[in-house]
C-alpha cells in the first residue's frame, strides 16, 4: 500500500496527488486508483514466473475499467473474460484475442460465437453440454474452436465460501475423473481441439498448498491425455492469490512463482495464470465524504456518502476493509460504525472500529477497495455509480465519468398504452 500514505503535515496522498484537492475537483464517492501500484504489482507477478513459459491474463472482472486494461495490455498482459461483455471491453482496450481465455460455466451460444469470431486462445469449458454447444457453434461457423478442459480438483482452498470454487460440490470444472472421457468427446468432434487443462480453485488463497495439490492434479491429468495422443498446448492455474487487507502476511508472488516453476521444469507446456485481485486490490481506494456523525446511545455511526452499491464486499462477505481519515490528526481513536445512507442495515463498512474522531465534511478512504469494488458496483437506491480516478505521480485522470442522473433512468419507456 505504499502508493497511498500519509505526508508530513498528515494529508492522505494517492502517488504524489492529494486526495482533498481531488474530492474537491471531482466529487464524492469516487474510486481512486494508483496507476504505478498497478504496474508494479503486474511486473513482480509476471517476472515470479519468468523461469518457465507463460502468460499473464489478467481476470478483469476484478476491475475492467478500460484505462486499466489499456495499460496492463501495453505491458504486455493478456485477459481472463467470463463474459461477452468482457471480451468486447479486452478488445476495446487493445488486449489481443490470442491473449484471451474466455472462462465461466454459463457461456451462451452468441458468446461462444462472438469468440470465435475474436480467436481466443481458448474457450475454458466446464461441462459436456456446453462442450456441445460449442462444437455447434463452431461447425455452424466451418471453425475449430480452440478447448481447454477446466476441472475441479477437489481441493480445500480454505477461503470464504463465497469464493471457493474448487470443491466437488462447487459449480465449476468438470470432475477429474470425467476428463479423460470428455477430453475423447473433444477429440472425436472435427470442430473442437483440446490446447489446455485449467483451474481455478477460488480466490482470496492465503495458503499455498491447495494451489500446488491442484497443479500437481492437473499435471497427472495432463501427463494421462498426452499418454492418449492429445497435445496440450497449456495448463492454466487460475487465479486467486490472496492479498492483505489488514496487513496480514499473504504469500507472495515470487513464492508461488518459484513453487509452480520448479514443478513445470522440463514440461513442454506453457503455463498461464489468471491473477485477478493480486494486481488491482490493493491499488485502489473508495473516497468518501462524511455526510453526519450520529450519536445514539451507546453507538456512534459515522455517516458516509459512500454506500453497498459502490463497494459490495463488507455486505456480501462480511470483508473487512481498512478505513483511513484523509486528514490525519493523530487525535486518539473512538469505536464507530461507519455506514452507507442506503436503507439495509447490511450497508455497513465497518463495525466497532477504532478510528480517529471525524466530523460532516471530513473525508476517509476504504482502503484495498482496487477488485471487486466499481465492478460490483450498481445504482440501488438509484445511487449513480461512483467516478473513478486515475493517479500517476502528481497527475490524475478521470477515467470513468460519475454517472449522471439520466443514465439512470436510460432505456427506460412507459408502455404505450399508459397514453
Ligand atoms: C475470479 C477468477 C479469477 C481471478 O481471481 P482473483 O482471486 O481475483 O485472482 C481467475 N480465474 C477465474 C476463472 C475466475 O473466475
Redesign the pocket.
Known sequence: MFHFAHDEEGRLCAEGVDLEALAAAVGTPTFVYSQATIERHYRVFDEAFRGHPHLVCY?M??NSNGAILRRLAQLGAGA?I?SGGELYRALQAGIPADRVVF?GVGKTKDEMAAALEAGVLSLNVESEPELAALAEVAAQRGQVAQVALRVNPDVDAKTHPYIATGLRESKFGVPLEDARRIAADVKASPHLKLVGVDC?IG??LVDLEPLMQALTSVLALVDDLRAAGHQIHHVDL????GIPYRGEATPQPAELGAAVVAKMAGRPETLIL?????IVGNAGILLSRVLYVKRTQGRTFVIVDAAMNDLLRPSLYKAHHEIWPVRRTGAPEEVVDVVGPICETGDTFARDRALQPVAAGDLVAVMSAG?YGFVMSSTYNSRPRAAEVLVSGDRWAVVRARERLEGLVEGEAAPEWFE
Not at 238 to 241: E, F, Q
Not at 274 to 278: F, I, Q, S, T
Open positions: 481476470a472482472k476484478a481472463d467470463v472462462s481455478h480466490s482470496q487460475g487465479g486467486g492469490l489468471e491473477p485477478g485481485r493480486v477488485a
